[in-house]
């Protein structure tokens, strides 16, 4: 099983709100990952968690605050965010933190209004 | 600086008629080399890992391989369902965590 799972599929926020993105993950994987990409080009990182610590922010705006409760989940809470975080929105995860291929979920494709 | 370069940016090909991606890198240090298949409005499929120069993997009709300045990904017979964005992406020797650095992806578009 190499699966991610990333809720919700669709969302549409204002810029006032706050909202949060779930990604789970049943593989034992130790490295999970927060990836943006915007239409046609490939993803960006965003963030990295090893063994459930923050270990890479790629100087990402603080309206994005990741979250890791445990080993298996990941969320993103957003607030305040602008038209332009409109984005797709990828989580991911791999067996490794130094090495291997990671997986990726469907996406949460974000819309701010 | 790491960079990693995907050509062509586009390719459309009629079904059945053979053709290659390329992804050519300039990085301190490969760890490993990796081709996703995406297609639209979902995450990246996992296809592929390449360690070190000489090494080939196959996978139904898509076969990668590696040099140590570049990778393809060789498409046989193709078929319009191969059609996505086929993206290649490098992890780099260095760095504490892994990391990977993505190519701007290939658009292929296989007609019946």
Partial sequence: DTEVTQTPKHLVMGMTNKKSLKCEQHMGHRAMYWYKQ???????????YSYEKLSI???V???????????????????????EDSALYLCASSHG???GEAFFGQGTRLTVV | ?????QSPEALRLQEGESSSLNCSYTVSGLRGLFWYRQDPGKGPEFLFTLYS???EKEKERLKA?????????HITAPKPEDSATYLCAVQVRGG????LIFGTGTLLAVQP
């Fill in chain 1, 38 to 48: 915007k239409a046609k080009k490939p993803p960006e990182l965003m963030f990295v």
């Fill in chain 2, 53 to 55: 120069a000489g090494e």
């Fill in chain 2, 65 to 73: 391989t590696l040099t140590k300045k570049e990778s393809f990904l």
């Fill in chain 1, 61 to 83: 705006p603080s309206r994005f605050s990741p979250e890791c409760p445990n080993s298996s989940l990941l969320n993103l809470h957003l607030h305040a965010l602008q038209p």
């Fill in chain 2, 1 to 5: 600086e790491d960079q990693v370069t």
């Fill in chain 1, 97 to 99: 933190t130094r090495t």
């Fill in chain 1, 57 to 59: 922010n790629e100087s």
């Fill in chain 2, 96 to 99: 504490a965590t892994n990391k």
